[in-house]
């Protein structure tokens, strides 16, 4: 199992450009979910889903959208980047509502 | 508004020490009480509590919870710098949210 994949990596944008985070998981996890982290911050959701097709905002949703067409893909898209944006994001999956598996991360800056 | 919170924000120990992290919540329909270390990377799941004065064990770790007061515990027992990592405690509440603190940063001296 390779658990909760991210990519990419690390990205670099400018503010207003538009870019896609992917993450996929294979455990058959129902659960998904988007957080961001700041420096020196906890983790913040931005949006979660329950299962293929069903998607809601978490607590920070504001210039991001999701879509859940499959179990095991849950990406993330940034229309208009602005420098706000600019954090580390993190996916996580989960059987229940509780223990959540999270992926590697994807570093992203926005200047 | 829901929150978590740690306590201390940051220490530094040596190797040997026994330390003692904190989490105090107030949440409104609490579920589960979790935590997670985080070494550069991702958050991996430690320890998950619901039942108030129950210890959680694993190796030198150790956590409990107090819903009463509404916080928990981690002890991390004869520390290694391998402890050295944030971290986070999260509550989960009824509904699919975990609410996450802002984690304390352990260093680990030899």
């Known amino acids: 199992n390779a658990g909760v994949t991210q990519t990419p990596k690390f990205r670099i944008l400018k503010i207003g450009q538009s870019m896609t985070l992917q993450c996929a998981q294979d455990m058959n996890h129902n659960y998904m979910y988007w957080y961001r982290q700041d420096p020196g911050m906890g983790l913040k959701l931005i949006y979660y889903s329950v299962g293929a097709g069903i998607t809601d905002k978490g607590e920070v949703p504001n210039g991001y959208n999701v879509s859940r067409s499959t179990t095991e893909d849950f990406p993330l898209r940034l229309e208009l980047a602005a420098p706000s944006q600019t954090s580390v994001y993190f996916c996580?999956?989960?059987?229940?509502?509780?223990?959540?598996?999270f992926g590697p991360g994807t570093r992203l800056t926005v200047l | 508004e829901d929150k978590v919170v740690q306590s201390p924000l940051s220490l530094v120990v040596h190797e040997g020490d026994t330390v003692t992290l904190n989490c105090s919540y107030e949440v409104t329909n609490f579920r589960s009480l979790l935590w997670y270390k985080q070494e550069k990377k991702a958050p991996t799941f430690l320890f998950m509590l619901?039942?108030?004065?129950i210890e959680k064990k694993s190796g030198r770790l150790s956590s409990i919870l107090d819903k009463k007061e509404l916080f928990s515990i981690l002890n991390i027992t004869a520390t290694q710098t391998g402890d050295s990592a944030v971290y986070l405690c999260a509550v989960g509440e009824y509904g699919n949210k975990l609410v996450f603190g802002a984690g304390t940063i352990l260093r680990v001296k030899s």
């Open positions: 619901t039942s108030s004065g």
């Open positions: 996580a999956s989960s059987k229940t509502r509780d223990e959540q598996f």
